[in-house]
């Protein structure tokens, strides 16, 4: 596990100790809330459970003050079985076959989170990160309950070396590497960028689908190791596995579309059938 996942995890783990007594719910925290730096001030604890939008975590609720943590547009009504918007959707309308089975993702892309993720991943607020993994919690978990519970593999889009010098990080795989400290996954790079390319945040509908198509390959040394989990595990080579794809937004879906049809194409050379699922913080 890289060294950025291990500093996220150890963020974590310190957001979830030193609550002694209940009344610590109810001062301010020293550092203030996350996203605006206002104090923090509960009146009354919140559930720590993760598995409803109503009680937010243990972490969001120690990082954000109330009108942050009331501002957050939770994306609980899915009206496209497919991509999980809460609208209808053309994209899906235009290309129903993708390679990915579904797209669930945790909140609406609105003004309020677009500035959040800005704060993450281009003004170097590290504090953002464990904060926006730990919104996954709740769709994660309802699409591992419909699966019926068994992740073969959890992966991330990956990013060119150019961009990863630029930020320092990729925040898609830092994402996956908090659900998989989190709950035990063995997260694996099966992915890898084969160029660099201009933003996607810059480019047309159009233009996202063109570029993609050659952008991504598999990664032969993740594959390897996918491989020999399967094999140890005792499954059957023509058994169904399950991959979750992490990646911050989901805008048309030609990015999970393309990473999807590349993780299949490698599943099959080593005579599996993936089921690729994808997990994204944000949906445009």
């Not at 996220?8 to 310190?14: A, D, F």
């Not at 100790?17 to 719910?25: L, M, S």
């Not at 942050?68 to 290309?95: F, T, Y």
């Amino acid at each position: 596990m890289s060294e950025l996942v291990l500093k996220w995890l150890e963020s974590v783990k310190r957001s979830f100790t030193g609550i002694n007594h209940p009344a610590e719910w109810l001062s301010p925290q020293a550092d203030g809330c996350a996203a605006c730096g206002k104090a923090i001030r509960f009146d009354t604890p919140s559930s720590s459970s993760s598995s409803s939008f109503g009680g937010l975590p243990v972490l969001l609720q120690r990082s954000l003050c109330i009108r942050c943590s009331q501002s957050i547009p939770w994306l609980s009504r899915v009206r496209c079985a497919k991509c999980g918007r809460a609208i209808h959707c053309e994209d899906c309308v235009r290309n129903p076959e993708r390679a990915f089975q579904l797209n669930r993702s945790a909140v609406e892309y609105d003004s309020v989170m677009r500035s959040w993720l800005a704060l993450y991943k281009y003004r170097g607020k590290e504090r953002m990160g464990p904060i926006l993994a730990e919104m996954l919690i709740p769709p994660y978990e309802r699409l591992t309950a419909a699966i019926g519970g068994r992740w073969d593999a959890i992966t991330y889009v990956p990013i060119s070396e150019e961009r990863a010098m630029e930020r320092g990080f990729n925040q898609a795989e830092a994402m996956a590497g908090h659900l998989a400290g989190r709950f035990g996954l063995p997260l694996l790079p099966l992915l890898r960028r084969e160029r660099h390319a201009e933003k996607m945040s810059f480019k047309t509908r159009t233009q996202r689908i063109r570029d993609v198509q050659t952008l991504f390959a598999p990664s032969h040394e993740g594959f390897r190791v996918l491989h020999a989990r399967i094999h140890a595990a005792g499954q059957a080579p023509a058994t169904a596995i399950n991959l979750l794809l992490v990646d911050d937004i989901y805008t048309t879906g030609s990015t999970a579309g393309a990473c999807a049809a590349v993780l299949k194409e490698a599943s099959r050379s080593f005579g599996a059938e993936a089921h690729v699922y994808v997990l994204t913080w944000a949906r445009s």
